[in-house]
């Protein structure tokens, strides 16, 4: 009954069914008003902040029905205008630095100064099980609770490029609901990082003191892109090697050549379960901010990461139409085991389907 | 007239140019026959050994020319059964490691075990200046004059991808050649590397002793690449240096993940100069050769990189096609446009781009 009386279709009282009604008609009826989202007074509600809204909206962004692709289309469009004016910070680090902690104990120190702030996620893992890391809200039991906070699970899809679009496209929706600081999290194994570098401003890396870690990160050239890396869980017996590891990892930044945004990417420790340490991280997000602003480079890197973005979805589409051919799909086997047998070369195997009609 | 005799159209002795012959007719005919490149009997001179012949037809793979092409596709066809029998190392190392003096050593030593050496290069600059690492030849002058050992500078090209096929064709000419072991050297900065380690065997990392060069090496990810790293000069007061640099390395290797091939990479000093250390990277080559090709993983990894480089050549191709369309061009910077001044997404100008009709 509580789910009637939030429907569109609610009966005003004093209005009782007529007893001819058949209730499957009742039912496609529903169905079809439920489908008829208005549009305008979605984006109405979403620049008000409604966070019934802005969640009605990236449910409609994160849809494989066309009809409700065509409607995000036009909402963010509406959007747009309004959009851009957050701070997009990616968050990674390994499971087991302590995210979730960090982000309900960052999140509850920005709504305490005032700011709105939405955590979304990227999950590699996602696409594949279709599950999401921010899927248990319960690990951030205080922030949830939060009137100016939102999280949002990760959007699940059959790539990391799909995924990616949601979340950029979710990112616009909520910077149009007032969401001041936008956190992507993202787990801190696979190309995910770079996905999540591509589309923030600025790039926290959470790491641990100690035990091999410190390689880990720079074999896969997650320092490299790094704003700030915090040393997290530097509280009791943790705290000498995090104060350590910190004078380390100072060193090691300055041996990478200067970034173009001119930023010398800081080092800091932190205890998110403590509450200690949060807000000079918070501190070095805004003198990022109001450094890179100032040097233009801000939004010279947001534009970089559209264009980026637009490149990168056309040579996804053009691949997939191409490879999703069924007579590209019949020729390539056949032109794969010609190469295996050594009577063709991979360019002149290229050559031939290139060639192939339609 | 030393070129004259070279040519076919040498005139048998006793037969006079007749007085009414045109000189440029006869120039025209020359030129004519000159192009008229005969590739069954190329081919066979190819298989013979015979160096005039594979440098003839490497020139024809590196032609411009679409008739020149046609041809170097014929004779590539027909030197692919003969292919395939080499070892094919990579060799890499930032400037001044000594890349030149460790191949003409490295290569005197092949020689002189009685095998036939082939020494190609990528040159990522070369896209650029249309220049070549290896053009400067009397930088190897034992192993120019070697004739078991062939040289030949670097392929020019418009991009790393043509670069890259043009060298993997290269390498098929230079097997049906007979040569055993194909060097391929690159510059150790960019992403040649990569190119390079995708159409190797083995690779082979050079580095020098101490001053941050291993950092530089981690970050790149060129360690995780090299199946041995060799640390060269390791000579004089060098050699102590070079030592510890050996045990470092050693150290970091093993906190790698195990290689799907299963070889532990090893770690080696030498100085090329010097001839010291040479042989017992041959003697490092030739184990990884036994232990691959026993467990399969040589023929696996030479499968996955002619697929790779299919595929690599048809996305390259779809999006070149794509992107050189005049209208695109013109249409792509009108929506980068859009995009700057935030009247549409990178998403939504994609697909607007995508659905444009030639």
New interface residues.
Partial sequence: MAKEKKSALKEKKGVSISEITNKSTIKAIKKKRRSEINTDALVTSILNGDITALSRAITLVESKNPTHLEKA?TI??AC??H??KSVRIGITGVPGVGKSTFIETFGKHITSKGKRIAVLAIDPSSSLTKGSILGDKTRMEDLVKDANAYIRPSASGDSLGGVA?KT??TI?LCEAAGFDVIIIETVGVGQSETTVHSMVDFFLLLKLAGA?DE?QG??R?II?MADAIAINKADGDNLKPAKLAKVEFNR?LH??PEKSSSWQPKVTICSALNDEGIDSIWRIILDYAETTTKNGYFNKKR?EQ?????IQ???E???SA?FNRPKIKKELSK??LL??T?????????DY??GLKT
């Fill in positions: 289309n963010i469009k747009l205008p959009a851009n679009r950029r496209e616009i091999g390689l720079i074999k050239g490299e090691a041996l990478y534009n559209n264009k980026f973005w637009l979805t056309i040579e589409q053009l691949k191409f032109q794969l190469i295996e050594n009577k063709t070369t991979p360019f002149a195997a290229a389907l290139m």
